[in-house]
């Protein structure tokens, strides 16, 4: 069931913004039109390649052999790091991410040589006829062994404030507990692809399925030994990403670029599912720990959280990933004396890297799982000690130092109390509860307060690209990338708004480092508001020319012109849209401009760590429902209520779309898709019959999203928020539903610990430990204290 408001009438080009208008692609994409990468027919002579990738997860090459594979009919040449014309590190921010090696193995996978050849499959059979010899040694795929080694691929970093640990041990209550949070494969449904073709002046036109066009411009550029300038990526649309082709769709793009450079042909590199599980990063696993201390009612007086991330073989974005982590281990809770302290783990595996949330989610789970013990351990409702410890006036200030400025939480959670009949159901689970012996119901409301910006502050900028031909016809390029959230429909619609004409006319086309120069990466929620407002300032460029223009051309006072429905009206009468453009071409008046957008306000010092990141706060609900069954630890999803804040919204459905797509993405992140490696570290769920991701059977039976009514007070694109981050930390719910549920066979007097993802194993297993902690109680033992350190 869906609930958004638009009040604005369709018919009028004056309220584009705020209207659902339907996704630019959308009946592309259904009836098959919707052209990708792989789906460009491939020019002639073209050729494709596939990268030999390590059979060990650590160790050294002692040989090579490519004689078998040259062999083969259609093996046009094998290239190797001594190929590698400039840089063979293509690290997107600290050095350390390898684009082929020919010595150490970091992890299973690694990309060796490059096999080029005729046809894809001729090249992925050449792929594994290359015989390479190893010198394997002890990889470190534990967690638990990198943070005793103090092994980092970036050095800690930490929040303090006040004395944490004196207030914990000053406080009437402590609590502890520990987590560990799975990772999660990004399972786009295009996977990694880029073609690159060699120009007449040397240079190199790459079309690539990325995030960051301009990042692949640069690396591209770095690896074959060129400038900037003569290379152009082009990127239309992917197939999906959620973070997975921030810095990740790289490497593949180098690579074609290198065959294309040797060759002097195009060629085309696309793995295959299982080889793009087992060669690109995941959302970073953490393990954490947590002391809180509290007073009777459940006020929190201070926190000491260890944070750690299993970042891979090297930096990648661990070290923005970690910070985010730690700016969000607070969530929406005021903690007046906290250290939290964050590691990044260096391991044997593939480079961890961006998702959907950037590390907030797994800082966000430790204050739900906290506040939460803190119920169970007092005996009240979880929902309490959440409204108890909301930011409020006054106890407003962030572990980082950042004052929060809007305090909506306390009204959303009353609205969602009052219309999803919270304290009512709650009544009538544990009524349930206490006669249904195998079937357990649960039930939680957790909030996300999730902060806006690039943590990194040079990427807080964008630009856009808007021109008007002499019909009336506009249009647009921008640095953003369309991934299916809906990003060119918006910007659409801003210009469309800006200029007061119809959608129809307005066409926003392929992100193109030749368009838009220096573009940021698609990613922190950032699409909207940064591109968009590069689009509304180009928009209002050309706007104000021909104002300018009409006022002198017509003789009228410049305070009477504006443009309505399509036309220009003035004191003297009105003309229509295209007329007035064509009369400003005729007149010799620029109808293109650029236009730029950098944040403003945000800034971070290290050293004191301490600084305002965030331009602003997005926040949300969610109320879960969920049953368990004891016996099997199997678990559904009943129910679903959620209240989302957007801000003004640009465009109701889309957000709504994205909500939903982000809660259950979420959800799926905590209750199925379980990334499992072997002792050796190579990844055993390395396909969709071996890892599991939410399918239409696990949508809530009730699935209800409403958007919340409010402006953002930041000076943001038509006073918009961001969507597409946010919502997904809102199925953490689910998970706190999960332990409310297992926490029932205690009379909520205990809860296990949870780790996620909360698979039908695990969560049997907090149901054993539920029913272990029961007996000692009942027998009179004190082996089991309320601490929620049961690991499950």
């Given at each position: 069931m869906r609930h958004f408001k638009t009040d604005k009438p369709s018919g009028s080009t004056n309220n584009a913004i705020g209207s659902s208008f339907i996704h630019e692609s959308a009946v592309k994409q259904v009836i098959g039109k919707a052209a990708y990468i792989d789906d460009r027919p491939e020019e002639v002579n073209s050729l494709h390649a596939y990268p030999v990738l390590s059979t060990i997860s650590s160790g050294k090459i002692l040989s090579i052999d490519t004689s078998d594979a040259l062999q083969i009919e259609g093996v046009v040449a094998i290239y190797g790091t001594q190929d590698i014309p400039g840089k063979n590190d293509i690290g997107p921010v600290f050095s350390g991410d390898i684009l082929l090696t020919d010595d150490v193995i970091e992890y299973h996978s690694q990309p060796i040589l490059l096999v080029v050849a005729t046809s894809y499959q001729t090249a992925r059979i050449a792929a594994r006829k290359v015989a390479i010899e190893y010198q394997e040694t002890a990889a470190v795929i534990d967690i638990k062994e990198a943070i005793a080694n103090k092994s980092w691929v970036r050095p800690p970093h930490a929040l303090h404030r006040g004395d944490a640990q004196q207030a914990i041990k000053d406080a009437t209550h402590q609590v502890s507990g520990e987590l560990y949070v799975g990772g999660q494969e990004h399972f786009y449904l295009e996977g990694q692809v880029s073609i690159a073709t060699p120009t007449e002046d040397g240079g190199m036109f790459i079309q690539s399925s990325s995030q960051h066009p301009s990042e692949v411009q640069h690396l591209v550029a770095k690896v074959l030994n060129q400038p900037f300038n003569y290379i152009t990526v082009e990127m239309r649309r992917m197939g999906g990403a959620f973070g997975g082709k921030e810095t990740q769709a790289a490497p593949w793009a180098c690579l074609a670029a290198l065959a294309a450079y040797y060759t002097g042909r195009s060629v085309k590199i696309r793995l295959s599912r299982s080889d793009d599980f087992k060669s690109t990063g995941k959302r970073h696993p953490f393990y954490n720990t947590y002391q809180v201390g509290f007073d009777d009612n459940g006020l929190i007086t201070g926190v000491d959280i260890d944070i750690n991330g299993y970042c891979g073989y090297s930096p990648d974005l661990s070290d923005a990933i970690v910070d985010r982590a730690l700016f969000h281990a607070d969530n929406a809770y005021y903690y007046p004396n906290a250290h939290i302290n964050g590691n990044r783990c260096k391991t044997n595996t593939v480079s961890n890297t961006a998702f959907r949330g950037f590390g907030g989610p797994q800082g966000m789970i430790m204050a739900e799982q906290l506040v939460d013990d803190i119920a169970y351990y007092l005996g009240k409702d979880p929902l309490e000690i959440r409204k108890l410890n909301l930011y409020a006036p006054g106890r407003d200030l962030t572990p980082y130092k950042q004052k929060v400025e809007q305090f909506i939480l306390q009204d959303m959670i009353a609205q969602m109390e009052q219309e999803s009949d919270y304290w009512a159901r709650k009544a009538a689970i544990e009524s349930f509860n206490k006669t249904s012996p195998i079937i357990?119901?649960?039930?939680?409301?957790?909030?996300?307060?999730?902060?806006?910006?690039?943590?990194?502050?040079?990427?807080n900028q964008a630009g856009a690209l808007v021109v008007i031909y002499s019909d009336g016809t506009v249009h647009v390029n921008h640095g953003g990338t369309e991934m299916g959230q809906g990003l060119n429909t918006?910007?659409?619609?801003?210009?469309?708004q800006t200029l007061s004409i119809d959608m129809q006319h307005i066409l926003v086309n392929a992100t193109r480092t030749d368009k838009v120069p220096n573009t940021s990466p698609t990613a922190a929620s950032s699409g909207t508001d940064l591109n968009g407002m590069a689009a509304l300032n180009a928009a209002n460029t050309i706007k104000e020319r021909l104002f300018e223009f009409a006022a002198k051309h017509f003789d009228v006072k410049p305070d009477s012109l504006a443009l309505v429905d399509n036309q220009l009206?003035?004191?003297?009468?009105?003309?229509?849209?295209?007329?007035l453009i064509n009369l400003a071409y005729l007149n010799r008046i620029s109808l293109s401009s650029t236009g730029f957008y950098a944040t403003p306000?945000?800034?971070?010092?290290?050293?004191?760590?301490?600084?305002?990141p965030f331009f602003y706060y997005a926040y949300g609900i969610a109320l879960s429902e969920v049953e368990i069954d004891v016996l099997t630890g199997e678990n559904t999803v009943t129910r679903v209520d959620i209240l989302h804040d957007v801000g003004n919204s640009i465009n109701p459905a889309l957000d709504v779309g994205q909500i939903e797509g982000a809660f259950i993405q979420g959800m799926g992140w905590l209750t199925t898709e379980d990334l499992s490696w072997n002792d050796n570290g190579v990844l055993a769920s390395n396909a969709p019959a071996t890892y599991k991701i939410p399918a239409i059977g696990d949508t809530p039976a009730e699935f209800n999203v409403t958007l919340y009514d409010s402006k953002n007070p930041a000076t943001t694109v038509f006073k918009s928020k961001a969507v597409g981050e946010p919502p997904f930390m809102l199925g953490i719910s689910v998970w706190s539903a999960l332990r409310n549920a297992v926490a029932s066979i205690t009379d909520y007097q205990f809860a296990p610990s949870l780790n996620t993802p909360a698979t039908a194993e695990c969560v049997l297993g907090a149901v054993q430990v539920a029913k272990d902690w029961l007996q000692d109680q009942k027998s009179g033992k004190q082996g089991t204290d309320k601490k929620g350190t049961g690991d499950a």
């Open positions: 357990k119901k649960g039930l939680s409301l957790t909030p996300v307060k999730f902060g806006i910006s690039f943590t990194v502050q040079h990427l918006k910007i659409a619609q801003i210009v469309a009206t003035h004191e003297k009468g009105q003309i229509s849209f295209a007329e306000e945000i800034y971070y010092d290290r050293e004191k760590a301490e600084g305002h």
